[in-house]
């Protein structure tokens, strides 16, 4: 194992899905297309890239793509139903997000704004995050206790601190 990959299983698909984006993100700076199509095959091309450079196996690849997927959709869902800046969706200061994240999660959450409205009004429910399962930096919020979790970087989702719960949703400002 290279001194830059993460020892921790949980550290490895973190780190993975900064670079699953990362190379998301510069596919879609270079094409004229911003359709979902288009955010889809560059996350297949990505996913394949990682598994190709022994970085992944298949199986986390496709959990790792699956993430990134569900990060976007629900960001998107949030920007549309709220029109609120992505930073509220993060539910803590931007500054302290690493710059080059908020770069590439910003660019690709704009990018499929409008292809995602259609997918996010067909959406009959929010999207729901497991105890194990990687996600990108915001809120969550546990469905058992309403407990929050905080995520200024991408990292693996644990138990809920307050109940142990494993069901979390993601977190808006527009909270009562």
């Known amino acids: ?3 830059s990959t993460p020892q921790d299983p949980f550290d490895r698909l973190a780190s993975a899905y900064d670079k699953m984006l990362n190379e998301v993100h510069k596919a879609a700076e270079s094409a004229r297309e911003n359709t979902l199509p288009g955010i ?16 992944l196996s298949r199986e986390e690849a496709e959990k790792v793509s699956g993430y990134i997927e569900r990060d976007m959709k629900d960001a998107a869902n949030y920007l549309l139903e709220t029109g609120e ?8 200061d931007v500054q302290q997000v690493e ?10 959450a704009d990018q499929t ?3 995602l409205a ?26 058992s206790c309403n407990k929050e ?4 970087k991408t990292g693996h989702i644990p ?3 307050g109940c142990k719960g494993t069901e979390f949703k993601r977190s808006s400002m527009s909270k009562g």
């Open 159 to 161: 138990p809920c601190s």
């Open 85 to 92: 800046q992505l930073s509220a969706w993060w539910r803590f």
């Open 40 to 55: 889809k095959e560059y996350l297949a091309d990505a996913r394949e890239k990682l598994i190709e450079l022994g970085e």
């Open 99 to 108: 710059n080059r994240l908020f770069e590439m999660f910003t660019g690709v």
């Open 1 to 3: 194992m290279s001194p």
């Open 149 to 152: 979790m905080h995520f200024k």
């Open 113 to 115: 704004k409008l292809e």
């Open 118 to 143: 259609k997918l996010a009004e067909r959406a009959s429910q929010s999207s729901l995050y497991h105890t194990g399962e990687v996600t990108g930096p915001g809120t969550l919020v546990c469905t």
